[in-house]
């Protein structure tokens, strides 16, 4: 499979901007909470917040060392360790948006711009993941986890697929 580079590389500076952007609000989130953060599970949280930014952070970290494998395997000339690291990569990133589901609203500037771009990057990702992120962003408050789960239950177990 050939594999364009430009695309790679623009995708690769998008998400280091995107990493840097959540891990700046991980490290403002993390200060702002103080000992108050394992208190309290519910959606929204101090502590459900924390574990929803390091979601964000990790999967698009992930996202970003596929992207960044991919690019050198096609400048050595290893295409078939490229196609591994760029259908990888084109996979939705493990923990985007859903971690931003677990987040107090509103949600912070850079974390809102965070996601903005990543949705931006939507043709690059093999699911709809713009869709996501836009729901996501319009929740009015944290979604995750339910306070009900036998409702969440049925509600998963009877949404279209």
């Given amino acids: 499979m050939i594999h364009d580079l430009a695309e790679l ?3 690769g500076r998008a998400l280091s901007e995107v990493l840097d952007l959540l891990k700046s609000e991980q490290q403002r989130l993390e200060q702002q909470q103080g000992q108050d953060r394992y208190r309290d599970g519910t959606a929204g949280s101090p502590m459900q917040t924390l574990h929803g930014i390091g979601q964000l952070c990790s999967g698009v970290g992930d996202v970003l060392k596929h992207v960044a494998l991919a690019a050198g ?3 050595l000339g290893l295409d078939k360790r490229a196609d591994n690291e760029v259908e990888l990569a084109r ?7 859903s971690g931003a589901d ?3 609203r509103p949600l912070g500037e ?3 711009r965070a996601l903005e771009m990543i949705r931006d990057l939507d043709g690059f990702f093999d ?6 992120i836009d729901v996501t962003l319009a929740a009015p408050q944290a979604t995750y986890p339910p306070d009900d789960w036998a409702a969440y239950q049925r509600q998963q177990r009877d949404r279209p697929e």
């Fill in 110 to 112: 850079s974390t809102v």
């Fill in 73 to 75: 395997y096609i400048s």
């Fill in 127 to 132: 699911t709809e993941l713009g869709l996501a």
């Fill in 9 to 11: 590389g623009r995708v």
């Fill in 102 to 104: 677990r987040m107090v």
């Fill in 91 to 97: 996979m939705k990133p493990v923990g985007v948006p």
